[in-house]
């Protein structure tokens, strides 16, 4: 019984050893072990028959049987720990990153003129306390023309002239539009500021376009003034430019605001026409159900492209919608 048990011991211990040698995962590892060390395993089926060997036999046999687990068990550990290295080295030759090689990617791209042109303006606005406000490109005539006082048969309209749908409605000249759809559903005080794309049919040329953009400015309050309005204008225009240039109001003419004015701005030693402005006219403020005789609003609208080619020296309006990159590179 002695020598039988002696040879299954030194059989398991061969085999266990080629099986080991031979695995080369880390799940079969982990079966050989339970296979041959495991509580069920072939080890303890065999230590079990030890109960049948003399007193003087059990201490060589056991000595015999520690030898082999202990042999099993540090050829387990030592091929475990050469799978784990070798699985760790093809993981990282596999995600290698070569800091050396040019990064894959996109080049940044700038923001357009007309945009960063309107955002610093709503930025200004904002500071000031106004909220935005949008509304549709393509409007009825009552909201492009109608509300503001400039009825059908108005003057006012040629100046104004448009693009027009079959079905009546038109491609909006001004984002004043914004404002009464704005006072339609809110009760004053109110303080917006309208910035998008407008229509005009209009020859093009370095300083034209048939399509510009504009920023309009309303507020509507109780005992709202044209000193309002200009201390309003002359602050935006002073953050605008950096510095606080001398600013006039020419009296002038919009059928939406009395009274009017143009405003200029001394540039480089010239005066430049900047933005019209004026005290919203009674007849608006009755359209969207506004009683005159308790509130007071006053208005001002001006073009981007124009601010946009005096702050940056455009020479040529045409160069902010042809997508040059050798233009926008430049910004």
Same mark, same amino acid.
């Given at each position: $019984?002695?020598?039988?048990?002696?040879? *299954? @011991?030194?059989?398991?211990?061969?085999?266990?050893?080629?099986?080991?040698?031979?695995? =080369?995962?880390?799940?079969?590892?982990?079966?050989?072990?339970?296979?041959?060390?495991?509580?069920?395993?072939?080890?303890?089926?065999? +230590?079990?028959? $030890?109960?049948?060997?003399?007193?003087? *036999?059990?201490?060589?046999?056991?000595?015999?049987?520690?030898?082999?687990?202990?042999?099993?068990?540090?050829?387990? =550990?030592?091929?475990?720990?050469?799978?784990?290295?070798?699985? /760790?080295?093809?993981?990282?030759?596999?995600?290698?990153?070569?800091?050396?090689?040019?990064?894959? %990617?996109?080049?940044?791209?700038?923001? #357009?003129?007309?945009?960063?042109?309107? *955002?610093?303006?709503?930025? /200004?606005?904002?500071?000031?306390?106004?909220?935005?406000?949008? %509304?549709?490109?393509?409007?009825?005539?009552?909201?492009?023309?109608?509300?503001?006082?400039?009825?059908? =048969?108005?003057?006012? &309209?040629?100046?104004?002239?448009?693009?027009?749908?079959?079905?009546?409605? @038109?491609?909006?000249?001004?984002?004043?539009?914004?404002?009464?759809?704005?006072?339609?559903? #809110?009760?004053?005080?109110?303080?917006?500021?309208?910035?998008? &794309?407008?229509?005009? &049919? *209009?020859?093009?040329?370095?300083?034209?376009?048939?399509?510009? #953009?504009?920023?309009?400015? @309303?507020?509507?309050?109780?005992?709202?003034?044209?000193?309002? +309005?200009?201390?309003? /204008?002359?602050?935006?225009?002073?953050? $605008?430019?950096?510095?606080?240039?001398?600013?006039?109001?020419?009296?002038?003419?919009?059928?939406?605001?009395?009274?009017?004015?143009?405003?200029?701005?001394?540039?480089?030693?010239?005066?430049?026409?900047? $933005?019209?402005?004026?005290?919203? =006219?009674?007849?608006?403020?009755?359209?969207?159900?506004?009683?005159?005789?308790?509130?007071?609003?006053?208005?001002?609208?001006?073009?981007?492209?124009?601010?946009?080619?005096?702050?940056?020296?455009?020479?040529?309006?045409?160069?902010?919608?042809?997508?040059?990159? &050798?233009?926008?590179?430049?910004?």
């Amino acid at each position: $019984m002695t020598s039988s048990l002696e040879t *299954d @011991l030194k059989t398991l211990e061969t085999t266990a050893k080629e099986a080991i040698a031979t695995t =080369d995962t880390l799940d079969g590892i982990e079966g050989l072990r339970v296979q041959y060390l495991g509580k069920k395993g072939q080890l303890s089926q065999i +230590l079990r028959e $030890m109960g049948k060997l003399s007193a003087e *036999d059990r201490p060589r046999v056991g000595a015999i049987a520690n030898e082999v687990k202990e042999t099993l068990q540090t050829l387990l =550990d030592t091929r475990r720990q050469t799978l784990e290295n070798a699985e /760790i080295e093809a993981k990282l030759a596999a995600e290698t990153l070569d800091v050396t090689m040019p990064a894959v %990617g996109r080049p940044l791209g700038r923001i #357009h003129p007309l945009n960063s042109t309107v *955002d610093r303006m709503i930025d /200004i606005f904002v500071g000031l306390g106004y909220s935005i406000a949008t %509304g549709p490109q393509v409007e009825t005539d009552y909201y492009n023309f109608e509300a503001l006082n400039i009825p059908a =048969d108005h003057p006012a &309209r040629d100046m104004q002239d448009t693009f027009f749908l079959s079905d009546g409605r @038109l491609l909006r000249t001004h984002t004043s539009p914004v404002q009464i759809r704005y006072m339609e559903s #809110h009760e004053p005080p109110i303080r917006i500021v309208a910035p998008g &794309r407008v229509y005009r &049919r *209009d020859t093009v040329d370095a300083t034209h376009s048939a399509v510009f #953009h504009q920023v309009e400015l @309303l507020a509507v309050d109780k005992g709202l003034t044209f000193t309002d +309005l200009k201390g309003t /204008i002359k602050e935006f225009l002073k953050q $605008m430019f950096g510095e606080d240039l001398p600013v006039k109001f020419r009296a002038s003419y919009f059928p939406f605001t009395e009274p009017s004015a143009e405003v200029d701005v001394q540039w480089k030693g010239k005066w430049l026409e900047v $933005m019209g402005c004026g005290m919203v =006219d009674p007849n608006v403020l009755k359209a969207v159900g506004y009683d005159p005789q308790v509130y007071t609003g006053f208005a001002a609208g001006f073009g981007v492209e124009r601010f946009a080619m005096v702050l940056h020296e455009i020479d040529d309006i045409r160069r902010c919608y042809n997508s040059d990159l &050798r233009f926008l590179r430049q910004f």
